[in-house]
């Protein structure tokens, strides 16, 4: 919809306390539509009047009066009983005054399932309210309703039916109010919408949690994911449920100052007055009980230094109210767990759609794309931003200024000219299971091969680094020698040559650290055994990907005892090797969907791996091989789907184990691996398999997180004390 700005004419920019007005009828909406709407205007850092800002003890009408001069704009909210109300017409008579008095006003109805007919004519439960009216109220009050109703239901504004989604109509609402704070001199800092996405809504539930002491919440990411524009928009829109409210920034200027000076300015902050702090470590006691009694809310944003972050927790955690709330956020997750931060979220990357929308906000001042640019702007966003929202705002902006005509040729050049984007919001390391990943954007990565093609040029030919599949072909077609390499990426879809050729020449590569053959390897195995007793890979290697490999067995062969991470999923693989092997570095394993496996490999020499997965290993049969729940760094064990395994025992179970899921094993009939009591926040999956009874040993564990159960007419026997 499109909403009339705000005229420009000799009027100077109306200057108020509040931006939107909501007029609402409570019964009908209050916990509902309104609530809904309210929370959208403040994640976007929209200051709003509601009715129950009121403070306690003043003149209600004479309130509302005052806060009718200081709003900018107006968002009636009509409903089925908002005619019934004459406190409500009261308001509408009021809200259409203060739009006639002054241009710059702006009035936006909302029909909200209800015809805007009836509000129109007073027909329907209007005509039902204005008969009651017509009876019990004066005579001329009842005129001003009725024409205020007129007038209202006039506007340019938004109808929610049945069939309409509440959450789409209020981004709408949100998006046609923007233009009209910003035309006028009125918020300007306020750029586009905020787009209320998952990381947003996990951080919220996360601020709800109720505890019985100081919650620390902890936000970690690379820079420009988002970090610092959630954390601003819940303080926006919680900082009224506290006492005391402090947004603070860090920088290295702000950290060469010291501890002391920090917590000073903290201090300073929240109990509105001008403190010093020589020592953090002895503050007065008159300090100390001050800010004991008050629920505060406190964001620290782009803490890089784990000691300042450890000693304010620790300062905050002894001397604040048990139901105040501290944030922080950072580059380095390490900040967060070296200070004893418990509730820690990732912030990850926006989805597409979520991600088309601030890049349309940014290009076109809208919520979607140009008709003309569609296709032109989803290929911005898949292929160049990533869902990085900073990336996302740099490209819709530097887009902004150009014809469609210009855009191939602009972001032809920003593969090598890339500046406007700093690095760090490009490229991320971050952990999962123990193990650390570096993220990068496509756009970095491209420019990464192309330095790596200049040294190939300098070096006579000689690489290290091989992942163009065109370019492997030519390189083994040709017998180039091969030594030195370090990394192969094939896609073995694409390869013009014999496989046979690039299997060979693995051992040819005695410094291979990281192997990666993807796609399907079409190879006769009953013809090529002299290939497999040929078959050997470099004691170097870190990382292997070999899924969908042909092979129903890998040959007797001693496997790299530097190797961190293996990968064969969706192979042909029947027993990955037949004697324990020495893996001492090996953390993950990922046999997912090998539905020939036959037999668990032994991992009793695996003594620091961290994660298995035999997810959907349709042929495993009688029980995974006992040194797996004996490994002392084991935290996840992944059995789902294997439908023929039928027992899951063990006489131990390492106290490392955090998630064991056995989800739709339907044939398992016995378990009886002995979680002990002292296991922590751990995950057990039993649902859709064959057993009939409850394991009797989750009864006793501290801390079960999470447990799933198959609830059926088999269920013979439950453990009394389940309802506990």
């Not at 009027?11 to 108020?16: D, E, I, K």
């Not at 940014?362 to 640019?373: I, L, Q, W």
Request: aromatic share 8%; charged share 25%; glycine share 4%.
């Amino acid at each position: 919809m499109a909403l009339p700005l705000a005229s420009s004419s000799s009027f100077s920019p109306l200057t108020t306390r509040y931006d939107v007005f909501i007029s609402f009828r409570g019964e009908d909406t209050r916990n509902s539509f309104t609530s809904h709407l309210h929370s959208a205007l403040l994640r976007n850092q929209i200051e709003t009047f509601i009715d129950y800002r009121i403070p306690k003890g003043g003149v209600v009408w004479n309130e509302l009066v005052e806060a009718f001069r200081d709003s900018k704009l107006f968002v009636i909210i009509f409903s089925e009983n908002y005619a019934s109300s004459s406190w409500c017409l009261r308001e509408l008579v009021e809200i259409m005054e203060c739009k006639k008095k002054n241009e710059q006003v702006i009035v936006i109805p909302v029909f909200y399932k209800i015809e805007p007919t009836h509000v129109r004519k007073q027909s329907g439960s209007y005509r039902r309210a204005f008969d009651e009216h017509e009876r019990s109220s004066n005579r001329k009050h009842v005129h001003q309703w009725r024409t205020a109703l007129t007038e209202a239901s006039n506007l340019s504004g938004f109808t929610c039916d049945h069939h309409r989604q509440e959450a789409k109509l209020i981004d709408e609402i949100v998006e046609a109010i923007f233009p009209n704070l910003n035309n006028n001199g009125f918020r300007d800092d306020l750029k586009s919408p905020f787009i209320c996405n998952r990381n947003y809504t996990s951080v919220k539930s996360l601020l709800k949690f109720k505890s019985e002491n100081v919650l620390v919440i902890g936000i970690w990411g690379m820079a420009g994911i988002g970090k610092t524009t959630i954390t601003t928009t819940l303080f926006h829109e919680c900082f009224s449920e506290y006492e005391g409210q402090c947004f603070l920034t860090f920088s290295k200027k702000l950290e060469g100052k010291g501890l002391n000076h920090i917590c000073a300015k903290l201090l300073s902050q929240l109990l509105n007055q001008d403190l010093r702090i020589d020592n953090i470590r002895v503050i007065h006691s008159s300090i100390i009980r001050k800010i004991k009694h008050r629920k505060v809310f406190v964001v620290l944003d782009d803490v890089t230094n784990s000691q300042i972050a450890v000693d304010l927790i620790q300062l905050f955690c002894n001397c604040l109210s048990s139901d105040s709330r501290i944030i922080l956020t950072t580059r380095d997750r390490n900040v967060l767990t070296s200070g004893g931060v418990e509730e820690i979220h990732e912030v990850t990357e926006m989805n597409f759609e979520d991600s088309l929308k601030v890049f349309s906000h940014n290009a076109f001042s809208g919520s979607h794309p140009k008709e003309d640019c569609y296709e032109l702007s989803t290929r911005v966003v898949a292929d160049y931003a990533k869902g990085t929202p900073l990336a996302l705002k740099i490209l819709g902006s530097f887009l902004r200024t150009k014809e469609k005509s210009e855009w191939d040729s602009a972001l032809r050049k920003l593969h090598i000219g890339i500046k406007g984007l700093s690095d760090k919001s490009l490229v991320s390391i971050y952990s999962n299971g123990g193990c650390k990943y570096i993220k990068m954007h496509s756009l970095i990565q491209e420019m990464c091969w192309k330095i790596i093609h200049k040294e190939y040029s300098k070096n006579g030919g000689q690489q290290i680094r091989l992942w163009n599949t065109e370019e492997v072909c030519n390189i083994f077609q040709d017998e180039r020698d091969v030594h030195g390499v370090e990394s192969m990426i094939v896609d073995m879809n694409e390869i013009t040559i014999d496989p046979r050729i690039i299997i060979i020449a693995l051992r040819k590569m005695p410094k291979l650290r990281l192997l990666a053959l993807r796609g399907n390897i079409n190879i006769d195995l009953e013809r090529n055994r002299v290939l497999l007793e040929d078959f050997q890979l470099s004691n170097e290697l870190r990382y292997i990907e070999w899924n969908k490999c042909p092979l129903n067995f890998v040959p007797s062969i001693c496997w790299p005892q530097k190797l961190v991470q293996l990968s064969m999923q969706g192979s042909n693989i029947e027993e990955l090797w037949d004697t324990a092997q020495n893996l001492p570095n090996l953390k993950i394993i990922d046999l997912y969907g090998c539905k020939g496996l036959i037999k668990c490999p032994n991992l009793a020499g695996a003594t620091n791996l961290k994660e298995i997965s035999l997810w959907g290993c349709e042929s495993l049969q009688d029980n995974v091989d006992p040194s797996i729940f004996s490994l002392p760094k084991i935290e996840e064990v992944y059995v789902s789907c294997c439908t023929s395994l039928k027992r899951l025992c063990r006489d131990y179970c390492s106290l490392s184990l955090r998630r064991l899921w056995a989800t739709g094993c339907s044939n398992l009939e016995e378990f009886s691996i002995p979680i002990m009591r002292d296991h922590s926040k751990i995950n057990l999956h039993l649902s859709l398999t064959a057993l009939n009874e409850v394991p009797s040993t989750i009864m006793h564990l501290k801390n079960l997180q999470c447990f799933a159960f198959n609830i059926s007419y088999s269920l013979q026997k439950l453990p009394l004390n389940l309802a506990r």
